[in-house]
């Protein structure tokens, strides 16, 4: 809606616009300031420094770096026994066993060589020793496996993550099918954990997808490879492995970690597809509830195409009790709201809530604020000399549900609550879904928590009012 000049002598009209943009502004703050990557809101302007900014970088150091490299450095230290256990026998030679590798003496020199060097921490020389045992001609079929083992064992300690990658990506190609699926699981984290370190993000994506369906159980792993399909804009792909970790999760009764879900919520935003978008937000709200969410969750409310503007004022109220009614135009569009809506008490409320806050009585509209409150005050002053006649007048279903409006909006819960519930019992209500819904606002401030949840779910037929009910047991979950 476009933003119109406040005229007191006029009913206002609701500047969702301005409420928008605030909100919006609000929640790109939020996002950019906890997001997994940064700049995944400046449209990824530089890959490599996105790698330097996931926030589960530390996690992952943790998590899979260093386990991983403390996997990787545990295949070198494998090697020694059967290295110690090969003769000086020729590459040609034959063994008791058939099955037992034979391997060159030149080249178990040179393997025991870099494991000893790499157990005195002398990483360098390590490294240097497998390169020369990978470089030495007619590498046999037997000596391969143990070579590559060494040498991407020796690069990971020196942290040439590139040639770690390329190694380990040749030994697992060539691991032969009677390989136990442990030691596939254990070599594919080493790689995984190079390949990230190497920022080859194909690579990690393509392996990390190896791992899982392998049956992999470091959990980190799914929860990098979404980051990464996230710097790499396959949102598509994000958005499915998300909801793959969600069923995951909720099979290990655990709550999806909140940075997973807003990059899903991202990659509906980046496919501009409004309804996936819509219901990553609401898991988020449901699930992470905060001000943030509140603040874009509610401007949406109002620009659905199927929105009744009859409920303004309850959006209002829901912008209140999540923290989120702040600015000048917001507290003067509620409380002329009310005011127009025959809430003179809310309204007054709301006015005075503004000026304790600072917000009123200042600037240019300070004389307007100050005409509002008076406009209040003399209304209210006015229902109040009426009220005892309209309590007794009050005889059918719809009446009665006036009045219980009318003491919500005095904040007399108690008196509104047994009102609404009078009207309920009688029937013939021409906006039921409206009273319930504020019926269960009223049960709901009484601390009557399941009594509301019920009424809540009892509001059908209206789609604004259902959708209110919706979001108003998510607050009073969280609350």
Sequence with gaps: MSSKVLNLELPCTLNWLQIRRKSETLYQNYISSVFIVRSLLIAFTNLMSCIQFFKFKPLLKRSIANHLLRSALGLTMGLAIPLMA???????????????????????????????????SQFEKAFSLAQQAMSMPNITKDEKPYVLRTLAASAIQVKNFGLAVSTLETLIQELPDTTPPDQKLALLESLLSASQQAQELERFVKWARVYLDLGGRNTSVRSVLIQTLSVLKK????????????????GLKVKTPESELRLMAYGHRMLKDEPGYNAALRLLLQTYPSK??????????????????RFDLDLYRLLEVTGNLEDVTEYTDMASQALKNGFPAESLR????????????????????????????QKLTEDEKAMPALEKSAKDANTIASLADVYASQQKWELASTTYSKAIEMGGLRREAEVRLHAGIALSKLGKKAEAEKMWDNVQGEPTAVELAQLWKIWQKAN
Excluded at 89 to 105: C, E, F, W
Excluded at 235 to 247: C, G, L, P, R, S
């Design 350 to 377: 709301v006015v005075e809530l503004a000026y304790s806050a600072g917000i009123f009585g200042k600037g240019s509209d300070a004389a307007n604020h100050q005409k509002l409150r008076q406009q209040a005050q």
């Design 292 to 309: 943030a969410y509140w603040a874009e969750v509610i401007p949406r409310v109002a620009r659905q195409t199927n929105f009744n503007t």
């Design 86 to 120: 090969v003769t000086s026998a020729s590459v040609h030679a034959q063994t008791a066993n058939a099955q037992a590798p034979v391997l060159r003496p030149e080249m178990v020199k040179l393997l025991q060589a870099s494991q000893s060097a790499s157990k005195e």
């Design 235 to 250: 949102h598509e792909e994000v958005i499915k492995e998300v909801n793959a970790k969600i069923k995951f999760d909720e």
